[in-house]
């Protein structure tokens, strides 16, 4: 019960802090204030609102050079602009040196070791890292649902997908509406699919969508799994949908950061080469 109230609790005080910020004067701004504002567009999850965010964050860092969640936000918000930026390996260099820093300041912060998991899977290519920082960063908040959501996604993309929709359903349980739960439904998007639950995948990537809508991981799953099920009219149209998001999106593109376990990634990659998805 106590971890369901805190679960439920800490979005909303999250988005109240963002909302205080946003009615702040650009030139009182302290640290944690420059991260709040930054969040928004961090949250997006794609390189245009990461370049946005991302002079906040220097900002952030110039007033507090050791801020752990700073450091994680930014190392975030270059791996978006890797990824779905055009490949830039500076911004990947520079993703896992800001998850670096920000394990070296935030022992104690769940985010921002969550968010330095992720980049180190990804970005850096170092399973074991990644992993431990994801476990540190739950046994500092077991109930911390963005630490969850983190957790869920690796764990899908690492080949875990029994491991992945238990994270992922206890974060949707702890806080069921929370603006961020479009990470806990990609991950049982990727999740199902791996286990041939195609519908459910369906069903998960649908969700993701609607909580975020400017992602274009979403109805990218979509595309693999409305495929899948044989729906190739539906499939087309979603995988248009994502790459409208992300005009660069390519098989051999997304490879480069998420297809660190074959078996895992090349269904999906024979799936979207059957919709029309550029190699």
């Given at each position: ?5 805190i679960g439920a ?24 204030d ?11 999850m794609?390189?245009?609102?990461a ?15 050791g ?9 975030w ?6 990824s779905?930026g055009?490949l ?16 070296a ?9 969550a ?8 970005d ?13 960063a739950?046994a500092i ?39 961020l739960?479009?990470?806990?439904w ?5 999740a199902?699919?791996q286990t ?12 993701a ?7 274009s991981v979403?109805?990218i ?6 495929q899948?099920l ?5 499939a ?18 997304y ?11 090349d ?5 979207w ?7």
């Amino acid at each position: 019960l106590t971890l369901s109230v805190i679960g439920a609790i800490e979005p909303n005080l999250r988005r109240a802090e963002i909302e205080r910020v946003r009615r702040k004067h650009p030139d009182r701004l302290d640290a944690y204030d420059l991260v709040l504002r930054a969040l928004p567009s961090v949250y997006s999850m794609m390189d245009d609102s990461a370049t946005d965010a991302i002079p906040l964050l220097r900002r952030a860092l110039e007033i507090d050079p050791g801020y752990a969640r700073a450091h994680a936000l930014l190392a975030w918000c270059h791996h978006f602009r890797f990824s779905r930026g055009g490949l830039d390996d500076g911004n990947r260099v520079a993703a896992v040196e800001h998850a670096r820093a920000a394990v070296a300041g935030g022992n104690d912060d769940a985010a921002a070791l969550a968010i330095s998991g992720l980049v180190f899977w990804f970005d850096g290519e170092d399973a074991s890292t990644a992993r431990d920082l994801l476990e540190r960063a739950l046994a500092i908040s077991p109930s911390d649902v963005f630490a969850l959501g983190c957790s869920a996604v690796a764990l899908a993309w690492m080949g875990e997908p029994d491991h992945a929709v238990e994270r992922a359903e206890r974060a949707l349980r702890l806080s069921p509406f929370d603006s961020l739960s479009y990470m806990s439904w990609d991950a049982l998007s990727v999740a199902y699919f791996q286990t041939g639950r195609f519908e459910k995948a369906r069903e998960a990537a649908v969700r993701a969508g609607d909580s975020n809508p400017h992602f274009s991981v979403p109805p990218i799953l979509l595309s693999a799994a409305l495929q899948r099920l044989g729906r190739v009219r539906e499939a087309i149209a979603a995988a248009a949908r994502g790459r409208a998001l992300n005009p660069g999106f390519s098989i051999s593109g997304y490879r480069v950061t998420v297809g660190r376990v074959p078996r895992v990634f090349d269904a999906f990659a024979d799936a979207w080469r059957e919709v029309g998805i550029p190699e």
